[in-house]
Nanobody, 125 residues
């Protein structure tokens, strides 16, 4: 089970750190990612992804240089540090885990099997 937290309502330019805790599973061997779905949107957009080891990462162009994905195996936790937030970052943010053991980062939604329930981020101008 993946459980996200850390969302909230903030002003543009602020920072937030999202957390995603995995319970009841193996955290350290699998690639993970953060996705978001904007209000009224029908698809989830990949924001950032990390390899199983955390040594390789990927970011969408829209967040590159502002967001940082990281993982802490000792705590079974995936993080998304978000800085310089913009109104267009407003969305529900989801963490996801792939079943592909010891793989590099994955960028397609259908490569992830396990999803959290999401945490809302709202950025006002």
């Amino acid at each position: 089970q993946l459980v996200e937290s850390g969302g909230g309502m903030v002003q543009a330019g602020s920072s937030l750190r999202l957390s995603c805790v995995l319970s009841g599973g193996t955290f350290s061997d699998y690639p993970m990612g953060w996705f978001r779905q904007a209000p009224g949107g029908t698809e989830r957009e990949l924001v950032g992804a990390t390899s199983w080891s955390g040594r390789a990462t990927y970011y969408a162009d829209s967040v590159k240089g502002r967001f940082t994905i990281s993982r802490e195996s000792a705590k079974n936790t995936l993080y998304l540090q978000m800085t310089s937030l913009k109104p267009e970052d407003t969305a529900v943010y989801y963490c996801a885990e792939s079943p592909r053991g010891r793989a590099t980062f994955l960028t397609e939604t259908d490569e992830y099997d396990y999803w959290g329930q999401g945490t809302q981020v709202a950025v006002s101008s």
